[in-house]
């Protein structure tokens, strides 16, 4: 089965606002990390957080990781159209990469 | 600076028919892995690689069989093809001295349809 669970499926916004997406998973992790994927194209790699890490920064890009709870959660400030795309979060354990169903982020100009 | 490229792009088979998806990465990647994307359904991992030599299952392996041919190369064969394998696949890889904390890097993806 999926190791990680996205939440919410979809989400709409408009430009400008903030978008925040959870992913949920079961096992132990040695890392989580977020993917991005536009219609049609392979998955491009937005930001790593290590099990022993709590938050990330990267651009516009905030990660934070609940190892207790077993929780992710992406946060994008100040969204773009551009940024209209698929969002996965994926865990590794022990070379073995697993990714969630996604969330679907339609940012409207 | 091709990173990681998957052949073909489209293919189309009459079930019981046979195929290999190629895919190759020229970032001198240690671990390689093929995941099969469904609608609704996310990445789910068929295969991986995490050396010249090592193949693992992942979550779906059944009905797929793979070859890691070299470093390089990264193959993914369905000896008898079933409709139920129609899906989006896609090669990915990672890791030059280590594959542990480092991000995976995805091909285009090979849409396949089994009729």
């Known amino acids: 089965s999926q190791q990680g669970e996205e939440d919410p499926q979809a989400l709409s916004i408009q430009e400008g606002e903030n978008a925040t997406m959870n992913c949920s998973y079961k096992t132990s992790i040695n890392n989580l990390q977020w993917y991005r994927q536009n219609s049609g194209r392979g998955l491009v790699h937005l930001i790593l957080i290590r099990s022993n890490e709590r938050e990330k920064h990267s651009g516009r890009l905030r990660v934070t990781l609940d190892t207790s709870k077993k929780s992710s959660s992406l946060l994008i400030t100040a969204s773009r159209a551009a940024d209209t795309a698929s969002y996965f979060c994926a865990t590794e354990q022990n070379n073995d990469m697993r990714f969630g169903a996604g969330t679907r982020l339609t940012v409207k100009p | 600076n091709a990173g990681v490229t998957q052949t073909p792009k489209f293919q189309v088979l009459k079930t019981g028919q046979s195929m290999t998806l190629q895919c190759a990465q020229d970032m001198n990647h240690n671990s390689m892995y093929w995941y099969r994307q469904d609608p609704g359904m996310g990445l789910r991992l068929i295969y991986y690689s995490a050396s010249e030599g090592t193949t693992d299952k992942g979550e779906v392996p059944n009905g797929y069989n793979v070859s890691r041919l070299n470093k390089r190369e990264f193959s993914l064969r369905l000896e008898s093809a079933a409709p139920s394998q129609t899906s989006v696949y896609f090669c990915?890889?990672?890791?030059?001295?280590?594959?542990?904390?480092?991000?995976?890097?995805f091909g285009n993806g090979t849409r396949l349809t089994v009729t």
């Open positions: 990915a890889s990672r890791g030059r001295d280590r594959a542990y904390n480092s991000p995976l890097h």
